[in-house]
Each structure stands twice: as structure tokens, then as C-alpha cells.
């Protein structure tokens, strides 16, 4: 793909558009967040040459109609939270910010939904709904800074996804400007759909390659009023994970979650926030949080699950009721990305996903690739979904040209175990370009080709993030 640099014309085009004060420069404070997410890896990030804050859908349908006609890339982005390296803009061009564009426009208590602009905080949102005794259930655990439209873009999961599913489960409704600065509404405040093809779930997960998200409908669900958590720290990561089978297999609950912790990220966690449990002599923890509307409900399934709990010997358990004791053990599990991502570096972050039959298989051998590589390879995460977090590390005795020539090799086991598994590359992050080499691992031609027909038929001149999941042409 080709594409003409940013012209002083195209520049003084989206001032005109969406407002002097809207159109960033290099030589503006701050630029250079825009040349990254979260990914870490400077390999992965690449600098625009514009950035843009529309706060209207006409400001979307103008950038993308200027941006059309003068062959330059746009890409979407949201809050820059991402891990796969999907709001960076790999040929540069413009990236268009949704930070403005962050208006709750309604919530229906009465169609259970909620109208939102794509750059709303999700936590600000949940802000709004709590009072009304209602929520959307689809929240990663990033929730206090990532946006609606960067959620719905990345089919975004979380903590309590073993319960209520993923982000794509609430999304009812969209308004998308295509490439071509066309507006197109699928969807509605409807919770059944079958009018065509399902083309809002086609949009939800497409990481701005597809269409520009201008306008989500969440379908809400009643917020639970009771939910405890029970936190076990245990001698080993096999106990831990017989317990989850245990729990989903044998006893077939469903907990509003399910965390998994390994010894290196319980204990880096642990550390950096000063905790007093005795996470020294743990070598695994798990975080079992189960919610209900009665109170009767919510009593008996802690029961259950601690009866569960009861049939291993653990190193301490603590049953969580009051608000206050919930946070502290969920601030323990929020806490691993942060801890493992300032362990060293480089790293890698991965989001591979197994069936859950396959999840104690799969961190076992995990582990014994790390070992093999004499470097750490924490797991955590989402344990009643099977999506692991497996983070490769830089082992700190090791130089970064040892990791550069380990970690391709490292990568590519971890991939084929999962897949050997039944698993797949990505369960919440995305592919982005950080994964992209890897989908032929995972999908076969024939689904390749049909993604890059999709892609031609939504946006045939690869305006709108190029470089992400897949290009309009095979890779050579
Ligand atoms: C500490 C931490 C914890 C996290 N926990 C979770 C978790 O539990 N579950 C999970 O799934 N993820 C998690 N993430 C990853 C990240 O927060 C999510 O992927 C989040 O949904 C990204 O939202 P964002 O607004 O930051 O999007 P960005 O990173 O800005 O963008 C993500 C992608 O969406 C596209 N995009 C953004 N807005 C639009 C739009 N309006 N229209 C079209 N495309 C758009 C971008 O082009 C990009 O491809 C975590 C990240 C961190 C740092």
C-alpha cells in the first residue's frame, strides 16, 4: 500500500472541519503519546502526522472524505489502552481521536439500553448507571480509562466475562462512517436481530479496519446487589488449577469471576502494593468472586464454592463481603499487568485463549517452556474463560540481544501450544499488527481470503488503519 504524505492543504482542510484547536501537529505537547498504546515494544510504534479531535460524526464523515481524496491513512483511536498495537499508525497519516467525542447521549431504564458516544470512559458510564441499579456487563479491567468505541473496536472482555460474556454480548446497536465518509446505522435498542446479515457484530471486534464507530447502544443489565469474593492462596498452580475445574466442571457454577494467579504474579503483585497475606508461602492464587440480586442466592454459592475450596489444602483463604475487602483482593489482581510490565524489559504480553477443559494443560506447559528458556513466563488471568495472560519475560541475567534471539522461538512454542490445545491467538487484546504474522498459524486461507474480501468491500482503497488484522493483499 501507498500513500501520500499529510499536504499543508489537508491540514488547513480538517481545521476547517473540525476547528483550529482540533488539529494537532508534531510540535504540540504530548504528540508522541500518539505513536503508541500500551504495547511497550518501541518496534511496534510509529508516529502520524496529524492528529485529529473530531467531536461530531460529521467531523468523522469530513476527515474520512478528506482523507479518501487526498490517499492518506486514518486511525481511529481511543484511549490508547490497547495491547496489540492496533491505535498506532503504522503508514503515519492522521489519527483521529475520539477523546472529544465522549457524550453519554441517553440511557433508557425503560429499553434497558444506553446511547453513547465512542469516547466515553467506561468507568464514567458505569458512574451513571450505578444509581439506577443497572450496568454493562460486557467491561474489560481496564475500565477506569479505556473508552466505549475502543471496547466495542476490540471486543473487549474482563473479569466478570466467565459470567456475563464479552463486550460484543451488550452491543446492540452502531453508527459506523465508512472509509468513504459514508454514514451507515446498524442495530437498535434491540435484543433480537435478525434483519440481514448481523453486521453489528461484524463491526464489534474489527479494530477500526472496517468502519469509524461514532455511536454505540449498550443493552444494560440489572446490576447484582450482593457479591463476595473469596481469595485462596495455594501451595501450587496444579491445586489452583484443579480447583477451577472443580468449580466449572464438577460443581458447574458460575462465578462473576474467576482469576488466575501464578506464583511469580501473585508475588509481584503482592510486593509492590505492600500486602500483608502470607503470599511468600503460596506458590498460586485464584480470585472467586460470585454476585447475585438475594442475598440467600449469593450465601449459598460462597458455600459451594468454599466447600470446594475446603477439599484442598491452601495456604490461607479470605472470604470478601464488604465493598472495601472486594477491592483489596481485586486490587491484587489489577495490579499484575502493572507489576509484570515494570519487572523488566522487553516483554510480551499474550491473550492466548484454550478451552477451559485444556487450561491446567496449558499453564503447565507453559511454564516448562520458560524453564527451558531460563526466563520467566508469568501466567494469569482469566482462568474461567481460558484466556490466559502468558507475559514472557526478559530473564534480568540475560542481556536484551540474548532476549531478541530467544524470544522468536519462545513466542512461536507458546502459539503452537495453544493451538495444538484448540486455542487461538487472541481472547480480549486483538491482533493489531503485534499478532498479524501470526494469524496464518490459527486461520486457515480460505477464512483469510474471506477477511480480506470483507476488507475490500468496506474500504478498497485501505484507508482506515491499514496494517492491522489483515491488508486487502495476501502477505508476500
Ligand atoms: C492494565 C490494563 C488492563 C487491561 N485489561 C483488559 C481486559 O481486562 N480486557 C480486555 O479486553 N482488554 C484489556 N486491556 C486492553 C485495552 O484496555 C482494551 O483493549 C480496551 O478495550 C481498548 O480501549 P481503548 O479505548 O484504549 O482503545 P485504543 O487502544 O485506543 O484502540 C484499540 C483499537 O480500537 C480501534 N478504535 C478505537 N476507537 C475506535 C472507534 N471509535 N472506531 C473504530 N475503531 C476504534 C483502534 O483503531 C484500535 O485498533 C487492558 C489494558 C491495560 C493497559
Redesign the pocket.
Known sequence: LTYNPVSPALVERLRRICGPDAVHLSDSPGFARYSH??TKDTRLHAEPEVVVFPSTTEHVQGILQAATEHRVPV?????????????VPLHGGIV???AR?NRILAVDPASMTAVVQ??VV?NALDAELEPLGLFFAGY????E???????????????R?VKYG??GRYVTGLE?VRADGTVMRVGGKLFKNVTGYDLVSL?VG????L????EVTLRLMPRPRYRGVVFVLLPDVEDALAIVNELLITERLTPSALEFFDDFSLHQSCRVLGESIPYRDAGAALLIEADSHDEGVLERERERIQAAVRRYSSVATFSAETEDEVNRFWRIR?QV??SI?NYSSPRSSE?LVVPIAHIAEFVREAKRIGLRYDTPVPCF??AGDGNIHTSPLRNPNHDIEHWHRIFPQLQRELYQLAHRLGGTLS????I?HKRRAFLSIFLDETALTAMRSLKQTFDPLGI??PG?VVDLEPEV
Open positions: 498504546d500500551q486511525t481511529p483511536r481511543g484511549a490508547g489502552s490497547g495491547l496489540s498495537g492496533g491505535a483521529a481521536s475520539v467525542m465512542p469516547g467506561t474489560p479491567m481496564s475500565e480509562f479505556c473508552y466505549i468505541g475502543g471496547n466495542v473496536a476490540e471486543n473487549a472482555g474482563g473479569g466475562a464479552v463486550t459506523v463491526f474489527s479494530e477500526g479496519t468502519g469509524f464507530i461514532t489489577k499487568p502493572w510490565m491473550d488471568g482469566h481472547g480480549e487484546h486483538g493489531g482506515l488503519n492491522k
